[in-house]
C-alpha cells in the first residue's frame, strides 16, 4: 500500500471514529477514557494524523460493543 492510500485510509478510519463517538454521545474525554487512551492520542486519531494499531481497534471495539466492520462504516 502506498503511503497516500495509507493516509487516504488513515483520515477515513478517524471521520468513522468521530462518527462512532458522536452516535454514543459521548466527549473525547469520556470516550478516550472509556478505551483506555489518551484524549490527545483519540484526537489524534480523529483528525488522522497518527495510525491506529490492530490492539487499539479490538480494544475500542471489545469496549464499546462493536465489531471492526461497523466501526469502520462496512
Not at 483520515?11 to 469520556?30: F, P, T, V, W
Not at 495510525?51 to 471489545?62: N, P, V
Amino acid at each position: 500500500m502506498q503511503r497516500k492510500d495509507l493516509t487516504t485510509l488513515t483520515k477515513l478510519i478517524g471521520k468513522q471514529l468521530i462518527a462512532h463517538r458522536e452516535k454514543k454521545a459521548m466527549s473525547q474525554e469520556a470516550f478516550a477514557k472509556k478505551i483506555g487512551i489518551s484524549r490527545g492520542y483519540l484526537s489524534d486519531l480523529e483528525r488522522g494524523v497518527r495510525e491506529m494499531s490492530l490492539e487499539t481497534l479490538q480494544s475500542i471495539c471489545r469496549k464499546t460493543g462493536t465489531t471492526p466492520n461497523k466501526l469502520l462504516g462496512y
